[in-house]
């Protein structure tokens, strides 16, 4: 089978597996007291900052889960997109787990902007109130657009006047720096953002997720967070050694160089076809259009892939780091036929 539903879907980078292969040797310590957690660790500090902390996790929603629960207490309120993947796809477990109000603000393009974040900066030391506490933006967005620095650094500026953090989701951070050619570093420290959830599992890696801390008012509870969010692998080398051969040779930057091409791709062959609109700019590897629905019914006896908006007919196409030029000539010829 191959999807277009989710860069999810993928497989796992040849190279991720060999150093999979690599930690199943012999016995080591475990909880990440290992010499490759060491080095994922050296090579997260390498590629980001040396002063932050990486702390390895088992998924994205528990990722998310614990760099919230540092950047907040229960009685804060969480302001995010309507669109936020805590809000919509993580079956409320960053509520539940932070104990905090997430509060949604609409956006036509699934990114915040301080003139749209501002009205719900309120309240503050009024003790019947939520408390304004953090920020928390996806890079790339949930509709596939990506912050520049020069929008995350207003978001950040604004967050910290106000004594709040900024959280990014980085799920799909490899696309967006590749789209603005930049690195993670130009993309996360250096914009201000407090805490990250670096992901890789969508851009070639098998699981697990790193939280890295770079503001130094969130480390010193860190590590007690993540073990009572059941976020804390036993066997931790098995999450750690994927995230160096992630940074290795820029690995990441390879794959999903190749899975924004293979999207221009599909988006340049589809924009020409009839009945196709696209209902967001295509800036990474996620694709938001509309069809006629008997075309949608008809494609969706072949490829596995989601609706965005069932009312309105939109669906979201998702290239991978695996993705080939014959997948997507296959599905460009089953659109035109369906069409």
Known sequence: ????????????????????????QNHAVGYGDDPWTEE????IKETFTP????????????????ALQLATRPYNLILCAETAHIYVDECGAPARMTGCQIRTIATSDGK???????????????????????????????????YTPEELKALTTLAHEYRMYVHMDGARLANACVALNLSFKELTADCGIDILSFGGTKNGLMLGESVIIFNPDLKKEALYVRKQSAQLASKLRYLSCQFTAYLTNELWKKNA??????AQKLYEGLKALPGIH??????????FLTMPRPAIDKLMKSYFFYFWNEA????????????TEEDIQSLL???????
Do not use: W
């Open 1 to 24: 089978m191959r999807s277009f539903a989710s860069d999810n879907n993928s497989g796992v980078h040849p190279l991720v597996m060999e150093a999979l292969n690599r930690a199943n």
């Open 40 to 43: 994922a660790v050296r090579k």
């Open 51 to 66: 002063d932050c902390e990486p702390l390895f996790v088992f998924n994205g929603t528990g990722s998310n889960a614990v």
């Open 112 to 146: 915040l902007t301080p003139e749209l974040v501002r009205p719900y900066l309120k309240n503050f030391g009024e003790q019947h109130h939520s408390q304004p506490g953090a920020i928390y933006i996806s890079q790339c967005s949930e509709l596939g657009t990506i």
């Open 257 to 262: 160089t190749h899975a924004n091409e293979m």
């Open 278 to 287: 696209f209902t967001q700019k295509m800036e990474s590897n996620q694709l």
């Open 312 to 323: 309105e007919n939109e669906i979201r196409f998702v290239t991978s780091f695996d993705t």
């Open 333 to 339: 010829q089953a659109v035109k036929e369906a069409l």
